[in-house]
């Protein structure tokens, strides 16, 4: 007995209650800190490169549980972690206010926190999905499970905006206990008794953590993959800590209205993955590498159009939804890659895999996030505001162009049929 597509469903409420929580971190209160507390940059930025880097910890994460480790104890020991971790963020911000170096010590506290319950829950949950999954049906489960994530981003994220205004500190936590707390209770009832029902696949042989991940990198094909995924995440991430302050210190948005535009941007990358789901799967139009070209392309143009949009006049937020539509795209698609590649190993080390990956993109989305922040740090010092953020946009999309240039190299004719179920 194998996943039900209710209970795909179910595990997608965690991707959802987890996105919810991370959404609140990597951009309310970045914004927080950079606008109304006048803090630099990359402060938030290293902030949240820390959580991105504890992350090197998923392939363990990923290893255990293909050794037979229960997975819905470290699914909702992780969520508890993740709440634990964004409410201790959250408390920081009036330290910072009041105290830097004592908000400092909470806040470096709060996001190692943080990176450790997203690495134990979103992995365990991965390597659930892919051993419990029917093969046909895996392309179809990681596109609706990261769809769910996505809608409990952009849900959040619009929900949280309308009720930070007025924003003040009281208010800024009873938003992030209430959403914190449900996050914990939708994943406990969304994961309770699946993993007793189903048969995951076979266990591979008991193996230390050395020698399993030696075995994979041995792998050419999933080697490459991992390179990919660093680089496009790269890409990716870099606008997640400047957006939001751009939209603040040139376009003068309150900090309701940047939280709405990213769930705006949300939004548009919930649109475009069912584009590509649907096209994909439902029509069999076009292949995975095509889709992950045409997205990277698309989002190179998207954050052109960012770059110029104060010279040009252009309205920021459907800018920034387009962006957000063409990262869509661009990323069901590599995620359907991922899902299939992960299966395909005769270890049946699936965990493993997805660790792997995930600690690739978790590295990136910090290397991005960092590196975007302190080249909007380093650029401000010798440029206009507005020409700084616009010179770090314009370096992403090269970065986006160099991405779709290796995905059409690296991605092989098996993998484009990720997302067609059966194949």
């Not at 293909?66 to 104890?73: K, V, Y």
């Not at 990136?364 to 616009?390: I, K, M, N, Q, W």
Request: charged letters at 10%; a positive charge; proline letters at 4%.
């Amino acid at each position: 007995m194998t996943l039900s597509w209710v209970q795909i469903f179910r595990l997608g409420l965690v991707q959802a209650a987890l996105g919810a929580i991370v959404v609140l971190m990597t951009s309310t209160l970045n914004r927080l800190m950079v606008v109304e507390l006048a803090l630099p940059v990359v402060l938030p930025g290293a902030l949240v490169a820390l959580h991105y880097g504890v992350q090197i910890t998923r392939p363990k994460w990923g290893h255990l549980a293909d050794q037979g480790g229960n997975r819905t104890r470290w699914i909702i020991a992780g969520m508890a972690l993740l709440a634990l971790g964004g409410v201790g963020a959250t408390l920081a911000i009036p330290l910072l206010e009041s105290n830097l170096a004592l908000g400092l010590a909470v806040s470096i506290l709060a996001y190692a926190v943080i990176g450790l319950g997203v690495g134990a829950s979103g992995t365990s949950l991965l390597a659930l999905l892919a051993t419990a999954t029917a093969e046909r049906r895996r392309p179809a489960a990681a596109t609706i499970t990261w769809l769910m994530m996505i809608a409990g981003i952009a849900i959040t994220a619009i929900t949280a905006g309308k009720f930070l205004d007025p924003y003040s500190h009281g208010r800024l936590l009873a938003v992030v206990l209430t959403i914190c707390t449900g996050a914990v209770a939708v994943t406990t009832l969304a994961v309770w008794g699946i993993e007793r029902r189903v048969i995951a696949r076979p266990a591979p042989p008991e193996q230390s953590f050395r020698e399993g991940m030696r075995e994979i990198w041995a792998d050419r094909a999933a080697r490459h993959f991992t390179f990919f995924v660093f680089l496009s995440m790269t890409a990716y991430f870099m606008q997640e800590l400047i957006l939001e302050p751009y939209a603040g210190l040139v376009f003068n948005f309150t900090p309701g209205q940047s939280t709405q535009m990213s769930g705006a941007q949300n939004g548009g990358v919930f649109l475009g993955m069912v584009l590509v789901g649907v096209a994909a799967t439902g029509f069999r139009l076009g292949s995975l590498r095509a889709w992950v070209v045409a997205g990277c392309g698309g989002s190179a143009l998207a954050l052109i159009a960012i770059a110029g949009a104060s010279t040009w006049a252009l309205p920021l937020v459907p800018l920034v939804v387009t962006l957000g539509f063409f990262n869509g795209m661009f990323a069901v698609a590599a995620i359907g890659s991922m899902m299939q590649l992960a299966g395909e190993g005769a270890d049946k080390r699936e965990g493993a895999r997805v660790g792997l990956w995930g600690a690739s993109q978790a590295i990136a989305a910090g290397f991005g996030g960092l590196t975007g922040a302190a080249l909007v740090d380093l650029a401000r010092s010798l440029l206009p505001v507005a020409d700084a953020f616009a010179a770090v946009f314009l370096f992403q999309a090269i970065l986006f162009v160099a991405s779709a240039a290796l995905a059409a190299r690296i991605m092989s004719a098996r993998e484009t049929a990720a997302l067609v179920p059966g194949e």
